[in-house]
T-cell receptor, first 117, second 119 residues
Framework: DQQVKQNSPSLSVQEGRISILNCDYT??????FLWYKKYPAEGPTFLISISSIKDKNEDGRFTVFLNKSAKHLSLHIVPSQPGDSAVYFCAASYLLIRGSTLGRLYFGRGTQLTVWP | DTEVTQTPKHLVMGMTNKKSLKCEQH?????MYWYKQKAKKPPELMFV???????INESVPSRFSPECPNSSLLNLHLHALQPEDSALYLC??????????????????FGPGTRLTVL
């Protein structure tokens, strides 16, 4: 049962333009969301996160938006650069301060972003 | 510094071999994780250690045996693996929700992975 979904397996964007990667989730108890970037044969690199008390978080060229009512988040990359070409994973967590939910990150299947010159 | 290191980078082993994967972090994190990732799939959680104690085992076969000798090190001992166990094995660490600033924002940082091939 896929609780986090990335419905677009791939996205192609021209350099300098905006890349928008989307993610939907089904579990309303999730309260922390992360985006990871992954190059082939490497581990995922943490990009940016957002907690459920916010609807937007920015870090340089990366902005994550959270719409809790729609159970939807998106990652905006502006401007896109060829080095951004990678697989982007959305992940969600309902980490609580204590309990068996420790460590449970629920990943989407990823979106392959290609930025062309 | 958010570095998690893993050795070896690549490992080829036969089904009768015994080998170990190693993971190290020096960020003072108290939660450490093993994941398995197959091509074009998201990472799958295998084990979680919290304060050097195993807190989650996601029904992983006993041919995978984790060990956390101290707060900086995490090992994964491999024995009698099958070809279908070939994958990228990822280690991650996080501060720990009990010590994270807000209690919920506990970010996991991943190592580069070990590419395992079982012949």
């Amino acid at each position: 049962d896929q609780q986090v979904k990335q419905n677009s397996p791939s996205l192609s964007v021209q350099e300098g333009r905006i890349s928008i990667l989307n993610c939907d989730y089904t579990n309303s108890m999730f309260d922390y969301f992360l985006w990871y970037k992954k190059y082939p044969a490497e581990g995922p690199t943490f990009l940016i996160s957002i907690s459920s008390i916010k609807d937007k978080n920015e870090d340089g060229r990366f902005t994550v938006f959270l719409n809790k009512s729609a159970k939807h988040l998106s990652l905006h990359i502006v401007p896109s650069q060829p080095g951004d070409s990678a697989v982007y994973f959305c992940a969600a967590s309902y980490l609580l301060i204590r309990g068996s939910t420790l460590g449970r990150l629920y990943f989407g299947r990823g979106t392959q972003l290609t930025v062309w010159p | 510094d958010t570095e998690v290191t893993q050795t070896p980078k690549h490992l080829v082993m036969g089904m009768t071999n015994k080998k170990s994967l190693k993971c190290e972090q020096h960020m003072g994190h108290r939660a450490m994780y093993w994941y398995k990732q197959k091509a074009k799939k998201p990472p799958e959680l295998m084990f979680v250690y919290s304060y050097e104690k195993l807190s989650i085992n996601e029904s992983v076969p006993s041919r995978f045996s984790p060990e956390c000798p101290n707060s900086s090190l995490l090992n994964l001992h491999l024995h009698a693996l099958q070809p279908e166990d070939s994958a990228l094995y990822l280690c991650a660490s996080s501060q720990h929700p009990f010590t994270a600033t807000s209690g919920t924002e506990d970010t996991q940082y991943f190592g580069p992975g070990t590419r395992l091939t079982v012949l």
